[in-house]
């Protein structure tokens, strides 16, 4: 079995795109709480809400019962949707900055089904709570988004041809021929 390709990696592809897709999302969801009138953490607290109830996206302050918790389910979240976009990659043959995109936007959108599709309302995120469908969509998108930047940024582009090319045979290499250093 061939190894897979750098961005279908769990060494490579899968921290960096879990790393991006955590760090773009909580950027957008947050901007977009602000949009709102509401604090940076509130989607954070919200994703508590499987432990507190709908009350955890009305809960306005920052500690670690709220913030806290719902920042570890989100993180773990982006790494649980990045595993599946390496995943989806294993079977390529050759990466690519397209492959990426393709892979990354697909299990945001992905995500956005399973989650609030198939999801009982209890496991959602929660951004529903404090944000508007639009907020809730831009924080999907922006996971998607991050973890094709992370799987771009773990893609090794393929070498040029003359790299790989065996070199000429040297007179050391010969057999039969002496030589003498």
């Known amino acids: 079995m061939t190894r897979p390709i750098a961005m279908a990696r769990f060494d490579r592809g899968w921290p960096l795109a879990g790393a991006a897709a955590t760090v773009l999302s909580v950027l957008v969801l947050g901007l977009a709480a602000m949009a709102a009138g509401l604090p940076f953490w509130m989607p954070l607290n919200a ?10 996206g009305q809960f306005a302050g920052l500690d670690l019962a709220h913030t806290g918790v719902g920042a570890v389910i989100h993180v773990a979240a982006c790494f649980f949707w990045a595993a599946v976009a390496v995943l989806m990659l294993r079977a390529a043959e050759r990466g690519s900055p397209m492959l990426a995109w ?4 697909a299990t945001g959108a992905l995500a956005g089904v399973v989650d609030y599709a198939l999801m ?24 998607g988004v991050g973890i094709a930047l992370g799987l771009r940024a773990a893609h090794v ?5 003359h790299l790989h090319a065996t070199p000429p045979p ?7 021929i002496v030589h003498e250093d």
């Open 47 to 56: 994703t508590s809400h499987g432990l507190h109830g709908p009350e955890a």
């Open 102 to 105: 393709a892979a990354g936007l």
């Open 120 to 143: 009982p309302a209890r496991l959602t995120p929660g951004w529903e709570l404090v944000l508007p469908a639009a907020g809730v969509m831009a924080g999907l998108a922006a996971m």
């Open 157 to 161: 582009p393929d070498a040029p041809a």
């Open 170 to 176: 040297t007179a050391a290499d010969q057999p039969g």
